[in-house]
C-alpha cells in the first residue's frame, strides 16, 4: 500500500507560509536505532517495556541495513535504554559513519565523561540530546530538586557536550500535570549559549495501551474492547503550543507533518530560529518563515543526492546567506538584515537553533492507530517500519489493517 501523503495537497496549519515537509514513507531521511534497554535512571515518562539488552554490533548492523533498504536515510538517532552504557558505543557510531550516516545520540548525560565525548565525537556523533528533566531519579540531581538545579545541570552538561565540538541538543517530554514544562523548555534553549536543538515530545501512557498489530506501509490498530482510548489523547494540542509560543516567544511554526489520517492536523511541527548571544548572554532571536528558498533547496539536495537533508552543521556565514536570500523571497527582509548585521559585529554569536514538538501516536474510536505522517522516528522491526513510541506494544507487523491508512477527504 502506498505511503498516503504521496502526491496530496492540504491546507496550512497557523497561516500558508508554514511549509509542509516533502517526506514520504521511503523518502523520510531518518529512522531510529534502538540499541539496547538498559538504564542508569528512572525516568516517569520512559517507552521503553522490554527487558534489559544490549545488542551486538553485527546485529545493529544488520537493522542499519535494513533501514536503508526502507528509506532514504540522511542520519539516524541512537538511542536506548541509555546509550552511553552499551560497551560498543564507539564502534557503533563508527559502523554507522561509515555507511555515510550521520549520528544523533541521545542520552541522559549520567555517564558522559569528556573522554567518550571525545571519542564519540572522533567516531562521527554530530549532536548529543540531552535527557534531563524533573522527576528523574538521578545521582547528579538532588531528591525534590528545585529549578535552579535543573537548570545548572542542563547548562553543565550542555557546556561539557560542546567543548569538544558536539552540537546539543535538549530531549523534553511535557506532562499533563505540568503543562508548563514546554514553555520552560524553550525558554531554556532560547537563552542558552550552547544549546541549538530542542525535542519536545507531549506525554503519553505507552506502557498503558493496548497490543497494536501492523506496520507503517499498511496501517496499524489496537487492541481497543474494553479500553478507554480518551486515557491516550492529547493534552495539549498543535494550536495550543503554537499559540504559546507566539505569545511568550514571538515565534512561528516554519515546518510540519500532519497525520496518516489528516494531512491537515500537525504531529510533528518544527520551529526556526536565528539567534543572537553576546558573552554568552542570551540577545535577540527571530523566527524564519519558510519561503520558496527552503523548499527550492529541499528538492535540490534530493535530486543530486537522492536524499533529503535531516541534519545540518551550525555555520553561521551560511546562515547569514540564508537569512538574506530568505529575506528577499518574502520571509521579512529588513528584519533578517538586521540580524546580518548583528551578528558581524564583535563578540556576538549567531546559531540556528531547532524547535520540535510531536506527538505520540494515539487511537481513533474504532481502534486505528493515528501517528506522523511518514513517520521520521521510526525503528525497523521484524523487517517493516513502525513507530519508536509504540514499538513495544506492537505484537506484530504482519496482521496489517488494510486500508486503515486513509487519509480523511478535505473538506
Not at 480518551?230 to 495539549?236: A, G, H, I, K, N
Not at 536565528?274 to 558573552?279: D, I
Not at 551550525?314 to 523571497?329: K, S, T
Amino acid at each position: 500500500m502506498k505511503n498516503p501523503g504521496i502526491g496530496l495537497q492540504w491546507r496550512k496549519p497557523v497561516d500558508k507560509s508554514v511549509m509542509q515537509l516533502p517526506w514520504t514513507l521511503t523518502t523520510a531521511p531518518h529512522a531510529v536505532l534502538d540499541i539496547l534497554r538498559g538504564c542508569n535512571i528512572q525516568c516517569r515518562a520512559c517507552s521503553n517495556t522490554r527487558s534489559t539488552q544490549a545488542k551486538p554490533v553485527d546485529e545493529i548492523g544488520r537493522e542499519v541495513e535494513q533501514l536503508m533498504q526502507l528509506r532514504s536515510l540522511d542520519s539516524v538517532s541512537v538511542v536506548g535504554g541509555e546509550p552511553s552504557l552499551h560497551p560498543e558505543l564507539v564502534e557503533v557510531v563508527q559502523m554507522l559513519g561509515a555507511k555515510g550516516l550521520k549520528i544523533e545520540l541521545f542520552s541522559n548525560g549520567v555517564a558522559l565523561d569528556r573522554t567518550l565525548l571525545e571519542q564519540l565525537k572522533e567516531a562521527g556523533v554530530k549532536v548529543v540530546f540531552l535527557h534531563i528533566e524533573s522527576d528523574q531519579i538521578r545521582p547528579d540531581l538532588p531528591s525534590g530538586e528545585s529549578a535552579e538545579d535543573l537548570r545548572r545541570l542542563r547548562e553543565e552538561k550542555a557546556a561539557l557536550v560542546a567543548s569538544v565540538g558536539i552540537e546539543v541538543g535538549m530531549a523534553v517530554t511535557v506532562h499533563p500535570d505540568h503543562p508548563e514544562q514546554l514553555e520552560e523548555a524553550v525558554s531554556f534553549v532560547l537563552a542558552s549559549e550552547h544549546v541549538v536543538y530542542l525535542l519536545v515530545t507531549m506525554w503519553r501512557d505507552i506502557a498503558g495501551m493496548p497490543l497494536i498489530h501492523g506496520n507503517l506501509e499498511n496501517g496499524m490498530f489496537g487492541e481497543i474492547s474494553g479500553v478507554r482510548i480518551d486515557d491516550f489523547q492529547d493534552t495539549r494540542s498543535w494550536r495550543d503550543v503554537a499559540t504559546s509560543l507566539r505569545e511568550h516567544f514571538d515565534l512561528e511554526p516554519f515546518a510540519y507533518l500532519g497525520s496518516n489520517f489528516d494531512a491537515e492536523e500537525p504531529r510533528w511541527l518544527s520551529f526556526l530560529v536565528a539567534s543572537l548571544h553576546e558573552k554568552g548572554v542570551a540577545g535577540i532571536h527571530r523566527a524564519i518563515r519558510a519561503t520558496w528558498v527552503e523548499k527550492l533547496f529541499l528538492a535540490t539536495a534530493h535530486r543530486l543526492k537522492g536524499r533529503y537533508p535531516f541534519w545540518q552543521a551550525q555555520h553561521a556565514p551560511r546562515f547569514v546567506v540564508h537569512l538574506l536570500l530568505n529575506g528577499l523571497a518574502g520571509g521579512g527582509f529588513l528584519k533578517n538584515l538586521n540580524i546580518a548585521v548583528r551578528a558581524a559585529r564583535r563578540g556576538k554569536a549567531l546559531s540556528t537553533k531547532r524547535l520540535l514538538f510531536q506527538w505520540p501516536a494515539t487511537f481513533d474510536p474504532e481502534g486505528r492507530v493515528i501517528h506522523c505522517s511518514c513517520c521520521p522516528d521510526a525503528v525497523v522491526k521484524n523487517g517493516a517500519l513502525v513507530p519508536l513510541c509504540i514499538c513495544d506494544r506492537i505484537e506484530n507487523t504482519t496482521d496489517a489493517g488494510a486500508g486503515f491508512n486513509k487519509i480523511r477527504p478535505s473538506d
